[in-house]
Antibody, heavy 118, light 110 residues
Framework: HVQLQESGPGLVKPSETLSLTCTVS????????WTWIRRPPGKGLEWIAY???????KYNPSLKSRVTISVDTSKNQFSLRLSSVTAADTAVYYC????????????WGQGTLVTVSS | QSALTQPASVSGSPGQSITISCTGT?????????VSWYQQHPGKAPKLMIY???NRPSGVSNRFSGSKSGNTASLTISGLQAEDEADYYC??????????FGGGTKLTVL
């Protein structure tokens, strides 16, 4: 069974860039679409972006200008970069996946809290 | 893209049934049979409960069921149990291959 684990700084200063990595274990990063989703405190889930193992990407239009998603097949990892962060970007960030032809997210990482504060 | 609309909260007593609605548009919920539902307990990762409108993954109780009519999808939980108390989110495929979530519904088991 594929397992996912998020990692990265828990505290980022306003205007700086948030960087997170998701490590995939128990399976190959090939053949799937790798996704970042976040949940701000007291709010609902928000889809951020996904990337295929070949590098094709899709971004949430509301975040597209600030988001970059990338994949490193040699390390079985994929990453998220979110630039010019503000307090509104404080959230628990989750990584997850879906398969081509399937439109559901499973499984999910445990999530990592990122706080934007000076 | 706008978030799908869910009620902020629903409640029910043990043994009862509840339904959570998820309303979108013809560009998401109404246009595709690609609605999924997730359960999230506090401090835990979301768990897939329903996919493609009405299909249950292996291991999910048959007390959980999904349906769709027009631009509105629904999650029904029958025979409510204390452990069903959680937040529930719907998600849909959208035009241009994007994805969108609902705002979430807090289920309270009285």
């Amino acid at each position: 069974h594929v397992q996912l684990q998020e990692s990265g700084p828990g505290l980022v200063k306003p205007s700086e860039t948030l960087s997170l990595t998701c490590t995939v274990s128990g399976g190959s990063i090939g053949s799937y679409y790798w996704t970042w989703i976040r949940r701000p405190p007291g709010k609902g889930l928000e889809w951020i972006a996904y990337i295929s193992y070949t590098g094709g990407t899709k971004y949430n239009p509301s975040l597209k200008s600030r988001v970059t998603i990338s994949v490193d097949t040699s390390k079985n990892q994929f990453s998220l970069r979110l630039s010019s962060v503000t307090a509104a970007d404080t959230a628990v960030y989750y990584c997850t996946k879906f398969a081509w032809g399937q439109n559901w997210f499973d499984p999910w990482g445990q999530g990592t809290l990122v706080t934007v504060s000076s | 893209q706008s978030a799908l609309t869910q009620p902020a909260s629903v409640s029910g007593s043990p043994g009862q049934s509840i339904t959570i609605s998820c309303t979108g548009t013809s560009s998401d919920v109404g246009g595709y049979d690609f609605v999924s539902w997730y359960q999230q307990h506090p401090g835990k990762a979301p768990k897939l409960m329903i996919y493609d409108v009405s299909n249950r993954p292996s291991g999910v109780s048959n007390r959980f069921s999904g349906s769709k009519s027009g631009n509105t999808a629904s999650l029904t939980i029958s025979g409510l149990q204390a452990e069903d108390e959680a937040d529930y989110y719907c998600s849909s495929y959208t035009t241009n291959s994007a994805r969108v979530f609902g705002g979430g519904t807090k289920l309270t088991v009285l």
